[in-house]
């Protein structure tokens, strides 16, 4: 499996954060722990690979130094596609933990987090003595991490746009997801475009546009070359799995915002009754749609 999957993985997480959280159920622990324990193990291997591959770019051989550097270059680009699932998954979980609906996992994806940062942050280091060395696959490396920056926070945006749905955030405290975050003000102004109150019904076409331009943008611009195909599997598989198995259809497609949404008004009926009868029906959550508004798209490309 491909690193770019794991991107389509983390935008699966955010665009559907509010009903996830909306059926205030808990990870499973089983799948948390597999997902920190498969994560581990990636980055023991990325942490070597780092440390072979960068003493055989200074090797006296011009053809094994030329090796080295393509497989580095195709390391960093993993490295660089998993983070967004990384900061997702851990941005969830601490919106899971303020909501007093999980305690537990936000320490051990924050771990996770935390791993591989440290990662990302020997990545960054050889991507910048590539950039002064004149080297084009490390300006392409660069332009990759700006954009999966931007997507990463554009990600975020549904995780604020959920906060302030919820009537329990009104408090003004800041989110914990965003800790997760390049940009606080760029997660702001992307919650403020992209968010259900601001497209109503057009959210879910929007997505769709916005996440076909993802992919066909990381299909031009990522190599085609995998070094660890199956921990990406696993790891995927892990991600999946910490989603409770109510919030899938028969098929095993996770069920549309728009009918999880139907079903949560449903089951909180009577508070929805009780929020009209005292004008609070701007907190409801997507049982309410709003009015399709017009909005100016902002999404940072170079």
Known sequence: MHAGWLVEMASLWAFHASTLTHQRE???TEAVNEYWIRNRVRFDGWNAMLSRLRSQTLSLSVAKRVRAWEKLCSLIEEVLLSEPLARVSAAFAAELEERQIDNDSHSILH???AAHSEVRNRCLKIILEGIETG???AEE??????YLEHWNDMLLGYFLECRRQNSSSRSGRPCLGTQYAFSISRVED?????GQSTLGSHATMVWTLQLAGCRKWLDEHCRSSVLSPKMHQRIGEASIGMIKPSAFDSLGCLRSRLIQSIEYGIDHADETIAKLQTDQWESLSRVLIATATT????FEVS
């Open 295 to 298: 909005t100016h798209m902002r």
């Open 26 to 28: 808990p990870m499973s």
């Open 190 to 194: 992307f919650a403020e475009d992209f």
């Open 135 to 137: 080297l084009e696959e």
């Open 111 to 113: 771990n996770v987090y």
């Open 141 to 146: 490396l660069n332009r990759l991490r700006h």
